[in-house]
């Protein structure tokens, strides 16, 4: 067996249990995050890596990421299929991807983006019930060794600083 050190890491996986029920729902919610005028808002969004909302969706981090940068892009309903989902909430979905597409292409300068959506359990859906976007970005040779044979992802920068630099891209775009 290999071991990677990365002690940058033990404040992320030590945090405790995942939520109960739907993770989207969850960080979607209106409890920690009601109202733009709210002071703990902020706070809310940081500690659930959300990098910006919208009326209809939300865009944040994956909490396990295949590169710098991987953000989901979710509706705040929950809605397991496209078809579940209003045409104003699909609408702002794809405004959204191409903002973010922007903002990691403006950030990151990737070779290429990944865009995608896993629908059902069986289509490889981490969380099924509840439709989310892809975005992240790739570069020419990021599946090095690491990723293809040790199934080991090697990320240069903490989600923390990946959230303070998103959300300042996404709020200039």
């Known amino acids: 067996m290999d071991y990677v050190w990365s002690p940058w890491r033990y404040r992320y996986v030590s945090t405790g249990a995942p939520p109960q029920g739907c993770l989207f729902c969850a ?10 005028e709210q002071a703990g808002r902020e706070q809310a969004d940081r500690e659930n890596y959300v990098v910006l909302r919208a009326e209809h969706n939300f865009i944040l981090l994956n909490l396990f990421p295949y590169t710098s940068g991987h953000l989901m892009i979710a509706p705040y309903a929950h809605v397991a299929t496209l078809e579940q989902a209003d ?4 609408h702002e979905m794809m405004r959204l991807t191409a903002r973010a597409e922007a903002a990691l292409r403006g950030l990151y300068q990737p070779d290429g ?3 995608g959506m896993n629908i059902g359990a069986c289509a490889g859906a981490g969380v099924a019930g509840h439709i989310h976007m892809h975005v ?9 060794f690491m990723t293809t044979i040790s199934e080991t992802r090697v990320l240069p920068e903490e989600l923390s600083v990946t959230w303070e630099r998103l959300r300042a891209a996404l709020a200039a775009r």
Do not use: H, M, Q, V
């Open 27 to 36: 960080k979607g919610s209106p409890e920690g995050s009601a109202g733009p």
């Open 113 to 115: 983006i990944n865009l």
């Open 87 to 90: 045409a104003a909430t699909l």
């Open 136 to 144: 992240l970005p790739r570069w020419c040779g990021d599946a090095s």
